[in-house]
């Protein structure tokens, strides 16, 4: 009579082909991921500018779009967390308040890094070029337009902090309030993914 099941060896010649291909996804797993996390934090950024414009025109108001540290340290204006508050004033150390139209900061919308975007390198600007200074915030009008309060952000650019492979996007606000995602890596003309 026959016995069923596995040999020893044919088991270790199935886990040791198993291994070899899983060391070999391994690395474009790892770049796969890191580019998912900046695609989730730059559609977060992109929707959150979308939210402060639109609310900007519903209440014909000054709304604005801030990048703050998490709620977790303090709710501090930065240029360089996934973090973001919509709101109608400053939401230092008020990030974690709910929604409201009457007390400060009359907060409309709030959103955490660690909320998909976690282990993103951000760097908010004030220039649509590559360089230039940082920003924390920008405000529209009831037009939709960008309001010069100070050093409005311009362009948004998001990069993996472990993953130097990972893909590269930016988000930018021209000053007519026109929000678009794009790829600096892409510089041919004509190509709609191109930020020039």
């Not at 939210?51 to 990048?67: D, F, G, L, P, S």
Request: proline letters at 3%.
């Amino acid at each position: 009579m026959r016995q069923r099941g596995f040999t020893l060896i044919e088991l270790v010649v199935t886990l040791t082909v198993l291994g070899l291909l899983m060391a070999l996804g391994m690395p474009a797993m790892g770049e796969w991921m890191g580019s998912l996390r900046i695609r989730n934090a730059a559609e977060s950024a992109q929707n959150g500018l979308g939210k402060a414009r639109m609310e900007a025109m519903r209440r014909n108001q000054v709304v604005t779009y801030w990048i703050v540290t998490d709620k977790t340290s303090g709710c501090a204006l930065t240029s360089v967390a996934a973090s973001w508050v919509v709101s109608l004033d400053d939401p230092t150390g008020h990030c974690a308040d709910a929604a409201s139209a009457a007390a400060t900061p009359r907060l409309i919308e709030a959103y955490g890094a660690s909320d998909g975007a976690g282990d993103v390198a951000v760097a908010a600007k004030a220039s649509l070029a590559s360089g230039g200074a940082a920003a924390t915030s920008v405000g529209f009008n009831g037009f939709g337009q960008v309001v010069n309060t100070g050093t409005a952000i311009a362009r948004i650019d998001l990069s993996s902090n472990t993953v130097a492979s990972a893909r590269k996007l930016s988000v930018t606000i021209s000053p007519g309030g026109a929000i678009r995602m794009c790829d600096p890596l892409v510089v041919t003309v004509g190509d709609s993914r191109a930020c020039s």
